[in-house]
């Protein structure tokens, strides 16, 4: 198990994209600075339509290579 840290943050930009196997991903620009990457394997493609700009969420993620971040899960924060 890898270790987790939440980061609070809105989305700014949200990028869809192909892997090497054609594979759908996604990389999120957060409003702090920071971008996290989204892959099926750690989150259900069907929740993805959350994952919206403009939206604030608590980013729950553990790092992967090179120190990305990694989602493995989140909360939308409700006002």
Do not use: C, H, P
């Not at 090497?20 to 600075?33: C, V």
């Not at 929740?47 to 990305?68: C, P, Y």
């Amino acid at each position: 198990m890898n270790l987790t840290r939440t980061i609070k943050s809105t989305i700014t930009l949200r990028k869809e994209l192909l892997d090497k196997n054609r594979n759908n991903y996604l990389i999120l620009e957060l409003g702090n600075g920071e971008s996290i990457l989204v892959f099926s394997g750690k989150i259900n493609q069907e929740k993805w339509g959350w994952l919206k700009e403009g939206t604030e969420i608590n980013f729950i993620v553990e790092e992967g290579k090179q120190g990305a971040n990694l989602l493995v899960d989140y909360e939308i924060e409700v006002k």
